[in-house]
Structure formats: structure tokens, C-alpha cells
């Protein structure tokens, strides 16, 4: 893919965007909805359920998907390649997840019990876990940047879950009509999904070679990514076993406002992986895509870093507690983004080992201070165990992406930076009277479009960048004459 055809990345990174975007409004809107009707503790019931799925899946993938991504991209054009890469992966993920979703289904008939998790528990996780399988349908439309049926999948299956989830609640179902209703989109995704590779792939062809390739290339990522996982998700688990269900919702709701604040940043991110597998122009075009989503995420995550009990009120006052957390993950979030820039570098450039030390340079510390952490601060250990490991990721990034071309460190130190960095801290000092205001929207909203001027003004956001983002939101048939 030309220089030229950069707006099609971001274009396809907005589109995945608008799904997390639909996700993350759909989800308020469930929440706020099913916590009037049932309170934190169902969302914590919840989420003990979905990230025991989601730790599992991370676990048995083997990093599949991400190596399927690399791939994909790399051979958009050779639509036989494509076909191998996707059918072998999805076989394989679905092989995986079969195993220990056949086990926690026998465990579940034989009423046994894991941890705090009751029978109907675990019945409810390998359902959910089978149906993740549609992470792999998620890679095949990232590797051939066509997130757009994406987005719609997600759009029609967000809504569905809305209506089913709070229908089956106010049925009485409580925290178990809630959890199957997050088994919605994944089903949506599967099913359409399918149709959508025979379509464009054609029908299966499985190679032992593309599996390899597959392994191969997701495996750096597969094991760092696995034990950041046991961060979060186990950390949801153990408040749940240790505090309760009231704590563990805190937490999750915290922790996915913030993966919201960061959204078209790590969207943009996510889609430079296949882009710059299959570009010549690898540097510069991640250097561009890492100016890109900093000038569109940092203006957001300041407004919400300002208010943010205000932010998390909105979802209900019992929430607003969780700010400490929502600060510290939204912080961890935003400093993680220099680092994907450098990891879609080494991968890109088949540089697999340099990838895996970079992950564990993230997820060994952060998974070891969660271990000394935890036990005495909760919720807010877990964050800050999580957030020690994203700056210790972001040093090493520091130190690697000399390696390829990317200096990191010179770009920290350029004027530009640093007087915009000044500009934003020196705009929140000035917006702090609207905390005590009963009009703090007005001051997130002052925020967040003046640091936008400020980031043009200081051309952070450049004219060609104006235009590739005009073209990627044009709808196609004026895209030529743009």
C-alpha cells in the first residue's frame, strides 16, 4: 500500500473506533440501565464472569490471531495466501477454546465450584469463551483493512445486547441475564463473520506451514500480552473473590472508561500493524500514525484526567469513587501508545525477539508489583501495579526504537513536545475552578477543543493530515476527487 493510501488506515481506524465507540455507549447506556435496576453488584458478578473468559482466551489463543494480522497484511494481494492464513487460524483458535469449555461445561453438571464461581458460573464462561472465537474474524477485517462491516457487526450486535440484557434483568434472570447477553455480539460476529471470509476468502484450506508462520509471529506478542492480561482481568477476579462484587464493578468500570478515553488512538494503532507489514515507507508512516492519535486522544484523556469523579458520576454517584483508578489506567493507557508504535515497527520488520522482550519488559513488572500491591491497596494497587508496567514498557521502547529508525527519545525532547505538553498542563490549572462549578461540562468541553487548536496551531496536527482525515470520512466516491 502507497503513502498515498494512508487515509484508507485511518479511515479503517475510525470505523474501529465508532465500533468501541458504539460499544462504549451502548455499555453506559446498559449499565446505567441495569444498575438502577440491580446495583454495582451485578456489574460485578458480570465482569468476574466475562474476565475469566476473556483471561482464558487470551491464555489458549497462543497469540494466533496476532500473528494471523501480521500475515494478512503482508499478502493482502495474494488472495490464496489470505485464505490459508485465515482458515488455519480459525480451526485452530476454535480447537483451542474447545477443550476447557467441554471441561468447565462437565464441571458446571456436576455442580462443582471454582473459587466464588457457582455451577451456573462456569456454564455461563465456556459458552462465553466458544463464542471469542470471533476475535479471529476481528484479525481477518484488521489484515485486509476493511473494518467497515466490523463496525456494523458490532453496531447491530451492541444494540441487540442492550435489548436482550436489560429485558432478561427486569425478567428477574439478575446478573445471569446480563452476563448471556454479553454472549450477543461475539454471536453476531461468528455468524456473520463466517459469511463475510467465504465471500471474500473463499471456502477452507488448512496449512501446517501457516500455522507455524501463524505462532511464529503471534507468539512475542501472545506471551507478554497473556501475563498484562492476568493484570487486569485477574485483578477483577481476586476483588471479586476477596472484596465482592460491589469492588470488582468499580474497577471494571473504571478500567473500561479509560480503554475508551485512548479509543481512536489504539484504533489507529491496531490498524498499522498489517499497513506497515506490507509498506515502504515503515518509519516515517509510523511516526506519522504515532502524532496522529496523540494529537486525537490527549485532548479527550486531559478533559477526563480533569473531571473524573465528575466523568464516572455520570454513570451513577456510587461510581465516582473509582476516580483514583480511572487516573491512574488512563494514564498507563495514554503512555502505552509511543510503545505499540514501536512494537508495530519491530513486527513489521520480522524483528520477533526484540517484540518479545519489549512485552516482558511491560508485563513482568506489572504482573510482580500487582502481586506486592494488591494485598494492600486493592483496586488502586492493581491500577498502579498496571501502570508501572506501561512506564517500564515505555522505557524500553525508549531504548529499543533506535534499533529501527524510530528515535523516541529525540522526538521527547523537540520543542514542540515540550511546549505542548507546557500549553496542556497550563490550560488544566486555568479550568480548575469549573470542578467546583456545577457546569464542569462546559470546562471538559473548553478543554478538550482548545488543546485541539493548540495541537493545530503548533502543527502536532499537520494540513496533510487534515486532508487524509477528510478523505478517510468522505464517503468512497468522493474520495478521488479529494
Known amino acids: 500500500?502507497?503513502?498515498?493510501?494512508?487515509?484508507?488506515?485511518?479511515?479503517?481506524?475510525?470505523?474501529?473506533?465508532?465500533?468501541?465507540?458504539?460499544?462504549?455507549?451502548?455499555?453506559?447506556?446498559?449499565?446505567?440501565?441495569i444498575s438502577f435496576i440491580s446495583g454495582p453488584s451485578t456489574v460485578g458478578y458480570v465482569s468476574a464472569v466475562t474476565s475469566l473468559a476473556t483471561l482464558l482466551s487470551s491464555v489458549l489463543n497462543f497469540g494466533i490471531p496476532t500473528g494471523m494480522i501480521k500475515w494478512i497484511g503482508q499478502y493482502r494481494g495474494n488472495p490464496d495466501e489470505v485464505r490459508s492464513y485465515f482458515w488455519t487460524s480459525l480451526f485452530s483458535v476454535l480447537l483451542l477454546y474447545s477443550i476447557p469449555s467441554i471441561i468447565l461445561v462437565f464441571m458446571g453438571a456436576m455442580g462443582l465450584k471454582f473459587y466464588n464461581y457457582e455451577p451456573v458460573a462456569m456454564l455461563t464462561v465456556s459458552i462465553l469463551l466458544i463464542s471469542t472465537v470471533s476475535s479471529v474474524y476481528i484479525s481477518l477485517f484488521t489484515g485486509l483493512i476493511d473494518t467497515f462491516p466490523y463496525f456494523l457487526l458490532t453496531l447491530f450486535g451492541d444494540f441487540l445486547k442492550l435489548i436482550i440484557g436489560v429485558y432478561l434483568v427486569s425478567l428477574g434472570y439478575g446478573w445471569v441475564g446480563a452476563a448471556l447477553s454479553y454472549l450477543v455480539p461475539n454471536l453476531v460476529l461468528d455468524s456473520a463473520g463466517l459469511l463475510y471470509a467465504i465471500k471474500r476468502v473463499g471456502f477452507p484450506k488448512v496449512s501446517l506451514t501457516h500455522l507455524t508462520n501463524s505462532l511464529r509471529a503471534?507468539?512475542?506478542?501472545?506471551?507478554?500480552?497473556?501475563?498484562?492480561?492476568?493484570?487486569?482481568?485477574?485483578?477483577?477476579?481476586?476483588?471479586?473473590?476477596?472484596?465482592?462484587?460491589?469492588?470488582?464493578?468499580?474497577?471494571?468500570?473504571?478500567?473500561?472508561?479509560?480503554?475508551?478515553?485512548?479509543?481512536?488512538?489504539?484504533?489507529?494503532?491496531?490498524?498499522?500493524?498489517?499497513?506497515?507489514?506490507?509498506?515502504?515507507?515503515?518509519?516515517?508512516?509510523?511516526?506519522?500514525?504515532?502524532?496522529?492519535?496523540?494529537?486525537?486522544?490527549l485532548p479527550l484523556a486531559g478533559a477526563?484526567?480533569?473531571?473524573?469523579?465528575?466523568?464516572?458520576?455520570?454513570?451513577?454517584?456510587?461510581?465516582?469513587?473509582?476516580?483514583?483508578?480511572?487516573?491512574?489506567?488512563?494514564?498507563?493507557?495514554?503512555?502505552?501508545?509511543?510503545?505499540?508504535?514501536?512494537?508495530?515497527?519491530?513486527?513489521?520488520?520480522?524483528?520477533?525477539?526484540?517484540?518479545?522482550?519489549?512485552?516482558?519488559?511491560?508485563?513482568?513488572?506489572?504482573?510482580?508489583?500487582?502481586?506486592?500491591?494488591?494485598?494492600?491497596?486493592?483496586?488502586?494497587?492493581?491500577?498502579?501495579?498496571?501502570?508501572?508496567?506501561?512506564?517500564?514498557?515505555?522505557?524500553?521502547?525508549?531504548?529499543?526504537?533506535?534499533k529501527v529508525n524510530f528515535d523516541l527519545i529525540r522526538m521527547?525532547?523537540?520543542?514542540?513536545?515540550?511546549?505542548?505538553?507546557?500549553?496542556?498542563?497550563?490550560?488544566?490549572?486555568?479550568?480548575?475552578?469549573?470542578?467546583?462549578?456545577?457546569?464542569?461540562?462546559?470546562?471538559?468541553?473548553?478543554?478538550?477543543?482548545?488543546?485541539?487548536?493548540?495541537?493545530?496551531?503548533?502543527?502536532?496536527?499537520?494540513?496533510?493530515?487534515?486532508?487524509?482525515?477528510?478523505?478517510?470520512?468522505?464517503?468512497?466516491?468522493?474520495?478521488?476527487?479529494?
Open 218 to 297: 503471534g507468539f512475542p506478542s501472545w506471551l507478554p500480552s497473556t501475563i498484562v492480561t492476568l493484570g487486569p482481568q485477574l485483578g477483577v477476579i481476586l476483588l471479586f473473590g476477596y472484596e465482592g462484587a460491589y469492588s470488582s464493578g468499580l474497577f471494571y468500570i473504571a478500567m473500561v472508561l479509560s480503554s475508551f478515553i485512548i479509543g481512536i488512538g489504539s484504533s489507529l494503532m491496531s490498524m498499522m500493524l498489517p499497513y506497515l507489514s506490507g509498506s515502504n515507507e515503515k518509519e516515517a508512516s509510523a511516526f506519522r500514525s504515532l502524532r496522529i492519535s496523540l494529537a486525537l486522544t
Open 1 to 33: 500500500m502507497s503513502s498515498g493510501e494512508f487515509h484508507l488506515v485511518i479511515r479503517s481506524s475510525f470505523w474501529v473506533y465508532l465500533a468501541s465507540l458504539m460499544n462504549a455507549i451502548s455499555g453506559f447506556v446498559f449499565w446505567l440501565i
Open 304 to 402: 477526563v484526567l480533569l473531571f473524573p469523579d465528575k466523568t464516572l458520576s455520570l454513570l451513577g454517584e456510587s461510581y465516582s469513587s473509582a476516580w483514583p483508578e480511572l487516573i491512574i489506567l488512563a494514564i498507563s493507557n495514554l503512555i502505552s501508545l509511543p510503545t505499540s508504535s514501536v512494537t508495530n515497527l519491530l513486527y513489521s520488520k520480522d524483528m520477533f525477539k526484540h517484540v518479545l522482550l519489549l512485552g516482558l519488559s511491560i508485563s513482568i513488572p506489572r504482573l510482580l508489583s500487582y502481586v506486592f500491591f494488591a494485598p494492600i491497596m486493592g483496586s488502586q494497587g492493581i491500577a498502579f501495579s498496571y501502570f508501572l508496567g506501561s512506564a517500564s514498557g515505555l522505557i524500553a521502547a525508549l531504548l529499543i526504537s533506535p
Open 412 to 482: 521527547c525532547r523537540s520543542d514542540k513536545v515540550m511546549k505542548t505538553t507546557l500549553l496542556m498542563v497550563l490550560l488544566g490549572v486555568a479550568l480548575m475552578p469549573f470542578r467546583a462549578s456545577a457546569y464542569w461540562e462546559a470546562g471538559a468541553f473548553i478543554y478538550t477543543f482548545s488543546s485541539l487548536l493548540g495541537f493545530m496551531k503548533a502543527r502536532i496536527i499537520e494540513v496533510n493530515d487534515l486532508h487524509d482525515l477528510g478523505r478517510a470520512l468522505l464517503p468512497r466516491k468522493y474520495r478521488d476527487i479529494a
